[in-house]
């Protein structure tokens, strides 16, 4: 619960959100990392690994996690100069990044959209439901609601949504939970 509050606190200062990438596999060590170094400086930043809830047929109902952006760390901070200026003295970090400590602002409907969906562990995607509209899907409910131009394809069987999201120039590629139900 206290990522939870992280995140809506970074929403409710109104921080800017930025996107780095780092090797894929090595995000949790990497946003550990960060969060070592932050509070090390003393800097007022948070740092989450997004993920999606997916409930898929043959698995119980809770779902499982799935890294939304894998090979990303997301970070919302008021002074991005600071916090990467006490980054770079962590050599382990930029190993782990795989190249010099770098950040992407986020645009800000993606930003928003991150400060809206952030659930249970602070950034994680729930499932969304919605249903087909004569080809076009229209959600009713979850992350996804009035965000079905994001949606590229579906499918049904597995209960996804292949989306894009704009991210370091250009769109990136990912999977959130739809449950498509009969209107």
Avoid at 10 to 21: E, L, P, S
Avoid at 55 to 73: F, K, M, Q, Y
Avoid at 109 to 129: I, L, P
Wanted: a positive charge; hydrophobic letters at 45%; charged letters at 25%.
């Amino acid at each position: 619960m206290a990522a939870v509050s992280r995140v809506r606190d970074a929403a409710a200062q109104r921080r800017a959100w930025f996107a780095m990438r780092v090797q894929e596999g090595t995000e949790a060590e990497v946003c550990a990392f960060m969060r070592a170094a932050i509070a090390d400086a003393g800097i007022e930043a948070v740092c989450v690994v997004p993920h999606s809830l997916i409930t898929r047929p043959g698995t119980c109902e809770a779902g499982s996690l799935h890294e939304l952006l894998p090979g990303c760390v997301l970070v919302a901070t008021d002074d991005i100069e600071q916090m990467r200026a006490a980054l770079v003295r962590t050599s382990a970090l930029r190993r782990l990044s795989g190249r010099r400590v770098a950040f992407v602002p986020l645009a800000d409907d993606v930003a928003e959209w991150v400060e809206s969906c952030a659930q249970v562990d602070g950034c994680t995607f729930g499932m969304s439901e919605g249903y087909d509209e004569q080809g076009k899907v229209v959600v009713v409910s979850g992350p996804l609601k009035g965000r079905e131009s994001m949606i590229r394809k579906t499918n049904h069987r597995k209960k996804l949504a292949y989306i894009r999201i704009p991210l370091f120039g250009e769109m990136v590629e990912a999977e959130l939970g739809l449950r498509l139900v009969r209107k």
